[in-house]
C-alpha cells in the first residue's frame, strides 16, 4: 500500500482546503456568444465568458446563492465578479494589499469598525472576526485581532500569521503582536496548515469515527466531511477542526467537503 509522508499529507490537507474554498460552478449560457473577459451578474449567478482555444466562447457561471450578492468590481487584482456578503462595496477592500487564507484573487483587509474581512472585486467576501476597537485589527493571511499593538517578544515582527508549539501550548501571532496562546493538553499541540488556519490544538489524539468513515483508500491522510453545516477535517483519521458554514451550505462529494454559496 502507498504512504506518503507527514508533510506531504499536511500539504495535501492545506490544497484540499485551499481548492474547496474556490469552488467555480461551470455550465453554458444556452449557447449566447460572449467575449474574453466579459463578466456580468444575472439573477444573482456571476456569468464570466470561458475562452478555450479552438472551442466557441462560452459562459461560465457561478451561483451566489439566497445569502450573497452577485457584484463585479475591481481590487488589485483587476476587474473580476465575486459573491459577497453585504451589498456595497467596501472602501478597506478596494486598498487591501494582502492576500487572505487560501491566496488567489482573496485579500484582507481592515474596515473603519474594526472588522477583519477577506476581499474580492472591492467587497467584503467574508467576516473573519470583529475587533475590540479598529485599532486592534491586522490584515494578515488572514485577518485578526490582536490583544494589543506592542509587540510580543515571543512573536516574529515578520512572520504575518503564524501559530507554533511551544510545549503544549499554542502560541498565535500575528505580524509580531500576540493573537492568543491556548493551553491544549499533553500532546495535543499540533500546527497543521488549515484553510482557514488550525488554532493548533486537537482535541484527542483517538481516530474519530467521521474521520474513519470516509478514509478508507486514501494515502494522503487527508480528509474532509460535513456534519450538519459544519465542515470537518482530518488527518490519519484524527479530527483537527471544524468549520462553521454560516450563511453558506457544507456540501461533501468524493473529492472531500466544502462550503458552497448556494443550496444543493
Not at 122 to 134: M, N, Q
Not at 221 to 232: H, I, Q, R, V
Request: aromatic share 4%; glycine share 10%; net charge negative.
Amino acid at each position: 500500500m502507498k504512504t506518503s509522508s507527514p508533510t506531504g499529507r499536511r500539504r495535501a490537507l492545506a490544497t484540499v482546503a485551499s481548492a474547496a474554498s474556490l469552488w467555480v460552478v461551470l455550465a453554458a449560457g444556452c449557447g449566447e456568444p460572449c467575449v474574453r473577459n466579459q463578466l456580468e451578474c444575472r439573477d444573482n449567478e456571476i456569468w464570466s465568458c470561458l475562452v478555450v482555444e479552438h472551442m466557441p466562447a462560452t459562459w461560465s457561471k457561478t451561483p451566489c446563492g439566497d445569502h450573497r450578492y452577485c457584484r463585479i468590481g475591481t481590487d488589485r487584482n483587476g476587474r473580476a465578479g465575486t459573491c459577497a456578503i453585504e451589498a456595497d462595496p467596501e472602501p478597506s477592500c478596494a486598498a487591501a494589499a494582502l492576500p487572505a487564507a487560501g491566496g488567489g484573487r482573496i485579500l484582507s483587509a481592515c474596515t473603519s469598525d474594526g472588522r477583519a474581512v477577506s476581499c474580492q472585486a472591492g467587497y467584503v467576501k467574508e467576516v473573519v472576526a470583529t475587533c475590540a476597537s479598529p485599532e486592534l485589527c491586522v490584515p494578515t493571511t488572514p485577518p485578526v485581532c490582536v490583544a494589543t499593538k506592542v509587540p510580543d517578544d515571543r512573536c516574529l515582527p515578520s512572520a504575518g500569521y503564524s501559530t507554533i508549539c511551544q510545549g503544549d501550548h499554542a502560541l498565535t501571532c500575528a505580524a509580531g503582536y500576540f493573537v492568543g496562546d491556548e493551553d491544549c493538553g499533553p500532546g495535543l499541540c499540533d500546527t497543521v496548515s488549515f484553510n482557514p488556519p488550525s488554532k493548533g490544538c486537537l482535541a484527542t489524539r483517538t481516530p474519530d469515527p467521521r474521520c474513519t468513515a470516509i478514509s478508507g483508500g486514501v494515502t494522503t491522510g487527508a480528509t474532509s466531511g460535513c456534519e450538519g453545516n459544519s465542515l470537518f477535517q482530518c488527518l490519519d483519521s484524527i479530527l483537527v477542526q471544524t468549520t462553521d458554514c454560516g450563511l453558506d451550505y457544507c456540501v461533501a462529494n468524493a473529492s472531500g467537503a466544502y462550503c458552497r454559496y448556494d443550496k444543493p
